[in-house]
């Protein structure tokens, strides 16, 4: 893992999003958790060699967040709609789709339990661990449930999936104009040392960037819509940015998926209701829930 001040660490190069902890004077507080379950046994011993885990902080409803919680013994805090967005998974159907990441994984996940969040927030929290502060913000764009992670002392902000630097964006459940108010959002605070929720680390220099890159999607779907195309032709066909990023780690397979789901997530932004129903507190997993 990739140290990045005194007190945080960062994995950056493993499937899934990614991951980080604090060391404080009362424990160590983890971002994230490893998608794979392989991993996050890895992770365990890591953590496990500088202290007692005292907290884990999830930043997100998909699975890549979320599903290494289930091997620690940590209580999880979360925003109250990632809470509920797990609740409604279906952890069998969850645990089977994750055991084909590698020929590890099927005997790691034998009678999985999901470690739930058992505190939630709604808009912000802030919490003091030994002589760190973390604050918690709601920034919804990726997703309706997104949050940021501010840890003060250390000038470090946990941006979660509103930043993927220079790796393909999924926008299979995005509010694009929701996403552009969260970048400025994370452009106004003092902090300027970011951990995307996947690529490298950044800093505020790439939010011109990955604005830019959201608003390029949304027009090219306007597009789309504007010339009449269906849904079902937009999901087939607009496929002209796959070459603009590669996709993260272990996932150039998905790319084709990946374009599908963004326009036709776009293509209901734009056209109907929003959000759409299955995206409401009572969806169970969307497509890149495991991603």
Same mark, same amino acid.
């Given at each position: 893992m990739k140290q990045i001040t005194s007190n945080v660490w960062v994995e950056t190069e493993t499937r899934g999003c990614n991951f980080g902890f604090v060391t404080t004077a009362d424990g160590i507080v983890m971002i994230d958790s490893p998608h794979k379950p392989t991993t996050a046994i890895w992770l365990k011993s890591e953590i496990g060699k500088r202290g007692l885990l005292r907290y884990i902080i999830n930043t997100e409803p998909h699975g890549d967040h979320w599903t290494g919680n289930?091997?620690?013994?940590?209580? $999880? +805090?979360?925003? *109250?709609?990632?809470?509920?967005?797990? @609740?409604?998974?279906?952890?069998? *159907?969850h645990a089977a789709r994750v055991g084909t990441f590698g020929p590890d994984e099927p005997a790691l996940l034998e009678d999985y339990t999901a470690n739930f969040p058992v505190v939630t927030f709604r808009d912000t929290m802030t919490m003091h661990v030994g002589d760190h502060t973390f604050e918690m913000i709601h920034m919804?764009? #990726?997703t309706l449930y997104q949050a940021a992670v501010i840890i003060k002392e250390e000038g470090v902000v946990f941006t979660?999936?509103? +930043?993927?630097?220079? $790796?393909?964006?999924?926008? #299979?459940?995005?509010?694009?104009?929701?996403? @552009?108010?969260? @970048? *400025?959002?994370?452009?106004?605070?003092? *902090?300027? +040392?970011?951990?995307?929720? #996947?690529?490298?680390?950044?800093?505020?220099?790439?939010?011109d960037e990955q604005g830019a890159f959201i608003s390029e999607w949304k027009d090219y779907v306007q597009n789309a819509v504007d010339r009449g195309m269906t849904r079902e032709e937009s999901v087939s066909t607009l496929t002209a940015l796959i070459d603009r990023y590669p996709m993260d780690v272990e996932q150039a397979a998905l790319a084709p998926m990946v374009m599908g789901i963004n326009a036709g997530n776009l293509y209901d932004y734009l056209t109907g209701p929003w959000p759409p129903v299955s995206m409401g507190t009572v969806a169970t997993r969307l497509p890149g829930d495991d991603k």
């Open positions: 289930a091997f620690f013994d940590a209580p $999880v +805090i979360a925003h *109250e709609g990632v809470r509920t967005r797990m @609740l409604n998974t279906d952890m069998a *159907e919804p764009g #990726h979660s999936d509103n +930043i993927f630097n220079g $790796v393909h964006s999924w926008l #299979h459940e995005a509010d694009p104009d929701l996403w @552009l108010v969260a @970048l *400025e959002s994370l452009r106004g605070l003092n *902090e300027d +040392i970011f951990v995307p929720g #996947h690529g490298d680390m950044c800093g505020k220099g790439y939010l």
